[in-house]
């Protein structure tokens, strides 16, 4: 257990060694990006453009505004929009985390369950129609891109049957279409892998012994299948969390959502370039966080894991 | 109680007479060692197991006739895709001597079919298959021309994924010890770094176009094709007649290139094919969010991004390029599993 947990030393500071590496990155494409951040710099006189340079701290030389920016970070400062009215980002971030939260957890919970539920089925009904309708509502959802799916989510239940706002954020429900937009990846992905994992876990020795006790079907997969096919699910999680970062973006701007995606793709847009780096940090260090929880978890779930890093070091 | 009865009854057999037998002839028993069935390489095996699944089989003609259409896209495309042709904008489809709605060239306009091509005084020999945007381009040309551009990006993404990413798992797994635990914890550091934050900064820095979007592409996916072409490195070294080469006295060089890349073929394959969908899907999300392709080129991703700010009045701008997209995603996604059932690297761990 002394060594695991050296273990997971190892592994956070190369989780902080990463986040270093993008902030830097980060930083100095910004540098060599082309333009300029205020608007009709030709417009602006000398001194003008000299007081708003020092004001935004940009008359420093660069590796002096690169120990600023790494040390602001450091302290959670992001540095201040060029283009929301002087709003600091890390207020910018904050303030719209919530609905990129809400519509991402539902669509994870949602899609990762129902995933579960299809892949079992099918596993469990191999080689039939259910199976083969299954596999290929998986296919479908992978393949389908989730800004095609969210417009056709769009035009049947907000313009023609009319049960949801088109695009709108007022709660509830105006998160459901979204939360079903970015649910599908993670349908198709969960259901995908928890068929092949169920699959293996049938045919292992553990399952026939329980089949010989006289243990039902269904029984055997609840009590021995199941949760013996979920461990390996946990690494889902990454991908998973990649696939709702990319997919909050365009979904929140079909649904008009006032989230962190849709608030990215205008930066992007608008060269705001302290709200991409924000943006960026928010994202990596999202990401990481959830490889190492999913290491971390896997190591306490399946002791085999554990030993074979200890036994390894 | 029914395999006890069998087991007793084929002990109790009664007697044998010698006239059942045939005495063995010394030809018959050359013969018997005859392999009958010709040999098959890995590939031949994998192609005739391939070859059965009949959904992989349709996804791969499919596939085949949408990269020959989008190859040959100046030979049948019926109009420039850029020309414009402000009188003939927004035009429903229509095909002549079909008259279903949706492709006789009407349309519902205040609760009213009406014919756009008699109100837009179009000649009746000018048909637009799939209609026209809102700049009077033919869509179905733009269409053509955008697979081609979406399906190169793919392509070429996936080729220089490959390169790098074989390259480096293969000589991470094989030269082992501190070059691969070097090479390793670099992996481990640049899979922290989400893949559109990349693609992102790289369009951003770069000019805008097909080749910034191939490079950024080619940056970010090539990590999990080195991953596993490492593991199945590491794998293969070991086997029996790696050492045998060794002995032998074969450089590590030509082991490397002889033994262990033919054999890492199936994982590498299927990794690409899926790598594939994965690019056209990355190409039209960042056009769709509008930093793909500049304009008045498409892709299949720009066509989707223009088609959906008028989808409810004019669906047809949307919805068809969706569909083509869609189509290919589904025959690429349906080929890479049935190429996995056929290489089966499960088996053959």
Known sequence: MKSYAKYI????????LTLFLIASITFFLMKLLPGTPYSNQDKLSEEQIAIMDEKYG?????????????????????????????????????????????????????????????????????????????????????????????????????????????????????????????????????????RTEMVDVLSSDYVELAKAKGLSKWEVAFKHGIRNALIPLITLLGPMAVALMTGSMVIENIFAIPGIGEQ?????????????????????????????????????IDPRIRVATEGGK | ??????????????????????????????????????????????????????????????????????????????????????????LPPRIENININGF??????????????????????????????????????????????????AFVAALLNLTIGVTYGLLSGWLGGKVDNVMQRILEILSGVPNLVIVILMLLVLDPGIWSIIIALALTEWISMARIVRAQTLKLKNQEYVLAAKTLGQSTLSIAFKHILPNLLGVVIIQVMFS???????????????????????????????????????????????AVMSMIMISFNLLADGLRDAFDPKLRD
């Open chain 1, 264 to 300: 990215f793709v205008k930066s992007i847009l608008t060269n705001d370039y302290p709200t991409i780096m924000g943006v960026t940090m928010l994202y990596s260090l999202l990401l990481v966080s959830v490889i190492l929880l999913v290491d971390i978890l896997y190591g306490i």
């Open chain 2, 1 to 90: 109680m029914m395999s006890e009865n069998k087991f007793q009854s084929e002990n109790s057999i009664p007697d044998l007479s010698p006239d059942l037998f045939v005495k063995a002839d010394g030809l018959d028993v050359e013969d018997n060692e005859k392999i009958t069935a010709p040999s098959l390489s890995f590939l031949q095996d994998s192609w005739r197991r391939l070859k059965k699944n009949k959904v992989a089989m349709v996804s791969m003609v499919l596939l085949i006739v949408i990269t020959l259409l989008s190859i040959f896209a100046p030979v049948i495309a019926p109009n420039d895709p850029n020309a414009q042709v402000i009188e003939h904008a927004n």
């Open chain 1, 9 to 16: 030393g190892k592994r956070v500071l190369y989780m902080l």
């Open chain 1, 58 to 194: 940009l008359n420093e030389p660069v590796i002096v505004q690169y120990g600023i920016y790494i040390f602001g970070l450091a302290t959670g400062d992001l540095g201040t929009s060029f283009q929301f009215h002087n709003t600091p980002v890390s207020d910018l971030i904050s303030y719209r985390i919530g609905p990129s939260a809400q519509i991402g957890i539902q669509a994870v919970v949602v899609g990762t369950l129902l995933g579960i539920v299809l892949g079992v089925v099918s596993a469990m009904k191999q080689g039939t129609w259910v199976d083969t309708t299954a596999t290929l509502t998986a296919i479908v959802g992978r393949s389908i891109p989730n800004f095609v799916f969210a417009v056709l989510l769009q035009l049947v239940f907000g313009v023609w049957l009319r049960w949801f706002p088109i695009a709108l954020w007022t709660g509830f429900a105006s998160s459901i279409l979204p939360s079903m937009a970015l649910a599908i990846s993670p349908l198709a992905d969960s259901a995908r892998f928890m």
């Open chain 2, 276 to 322: 594939i969908p994965s690019a056209i899907f990355f190409e039209a999300f960042l056009s769709f969010i509008g930093i793909g392709i500049p304009a008045p080129n498409a892709s299949l991703g720009t066509l989707i991004n223009d088609g959906y700010k008028t989808f409810r009045f004019l669906p047809h701008l949307m919805w068809y390029p969706s």
């Open chain 2, 104 to 153: 006789n060239g009407t349309i519902i306009e205040n609760d009213k079919r009406i014919d756009k091509y008699a109100a837009k005084d179009v000649p009746n020999d000018v048909n637009y298959y799939l209609g026209t945007d809102s700049l009077g381009r033919d869509l179905f040309s733009r269409i053509l021309y955008g697979t081609r551009v979406s399906l190169f990006i």
